[in-house]
């Protein structure tokens, strides 16, 4: 799941995946389970089990208690949540004056697509959607090329500019001053598809 995330987020250039947007969703029972299990191998009550795990308040507590929370984190049941907060992405800080500089000049346009970065670091770096995917294909070759190929088989240049065309369709009469102008939408279609190629 987070190779497919991380396929998504080259394709729209978003800049803004940190921790705290993704998520995994668990039962609160599995919770209870986990954290009863670790209480009862530390002889410890749940209330003192939750209180050390994350009642952390020094950096001596915090290596003292690593492991313990690796633990927890490795045995936690879970599933990947539906994707959210994907807005820094498609472009979005470009003026309108520089954006129609960069339909019209495909050196700036390339320079912008290949300068953006993943805020998934690896290595602890902070790199490009496409460095980024590289890096993945060398140590999970199957799931990428698998994501990839699911996504060449789904992507419809007429199914995309219809979503990009039609997004702000149904927009209610009072809000009709927010739609999106015309050159807006033809730069959004052009960098998904210039980086779709890519």
Not at 33 to 41: D, F, M, R, T, Y
Not at 67 to 81: A, H
């Amino acid at each position: 799941k987070i190779i497919e995330i991380i396929i998504l987020d080259s394709l729209i250039g978003n800049s803004d995946r940190h921790q705290e947007n993704w998520g995994i969703l668990t039962e609160y029972q599995d919770v209870i389970k986990v954290l009863e299990e670790i209480a009862s191998k530390e002889k410890k009550g749940l209330s003192e089990t939750l209180f050390s795990l994350f009642g952390i308040t020094s950096k001596s507590k915090m290596e003292s208690k690593s492991k313990q929370i690796k633990e927890l984190r490795l045995k936690m049941p879970g599933q990947f949540s539906q994707i959210y907060d994907s807005g820094s992405c498609l472009g979005i800080e470009i003026e309108d004056e520089k954006m129609t500089k960069m339909m019209s000049d495909d050196l700036m346009i390339n320079a912008y697509i290949n300068r953006g970065n993943s805020e998934i670091h690896w290595d602890g770096e902070k790199i490009s959607h496409f460095e980024l995917i590289k890096n993945v294909n060398n140590s999970y070759p199957e799931a990428v090329k698998r994501i990839i190929n699911s996504v060449k088989q789904k992507y419809h240049e007429n199914q995309i500019k219809d979503c990009i065309y039609n997004i702000d369709k149904e927009l209610p009469n009072e809000l009709k001053h927010h739609e999106l102008p015309v050159e807006r939408k033809d730069f959004i279609f052009k960098l998904i598809d210039l980086r779709a190629q890519k």
